[in-house]
Nanobody, 126 residues
């Protein structure tokens, strides 16, 4: 049974950083496209960024390119989302997704993914 488990969330002050992890079982993230999504309170889930099997990266919002970094540790079957210079708008539940329709390409569309984690909560507050 495929499982994605997110971790690394927490409470952080504005301007701070967090690194979220997405660890997988029964699926190999190194050969898949992985996406990160966020659902803010009272809002719909939205894409953040994605990494393809070949290492290509895509950000949903151009303004995030300088402060969000995605990386893999293939030995641990884990994908990370490093988030810097956090602000209140980053508050929400963060989900990773895998099992992409076409792992050759990045995707910021939820419908392109088959498997989802349970989410990890990030709260940015002073």
């Amino acid at each position: 049974q495929v499982q994605l488990v997110e971790s690394g969330g927490g409470v952080v002050q504005p301007g701070g950083s967090l690194r979220l992890s997405c660890q997988a079982s029964e699926i190999t993230l190194a050969t898949d496209t992985v996406g990160w999504f966020r659902q803010a309170p009272g809002k719909e889930r939205e894409a953040i960024m994605s990494i393809s099997s070949g290492g290509g990266k895509a950000w949903k919002n151009v303004r995030d390119e300088g402060r969000l970094t995605i990386s893999r540790d293939n030995a641990k079957n884990t994908v990370y989302l490093q988030m810097d210079n956090l602000n209140a708008e980053d508050t929400g539940t963060y989900y990773c997704a895998a099992g992409a329709k076409d792992p050759r390409y990045t995707s910021v569309f939820a419908e392109d993914y088959t498997y989802w984690g349970q989410g990890t909560q990030v709260t940015v507050s002073s």
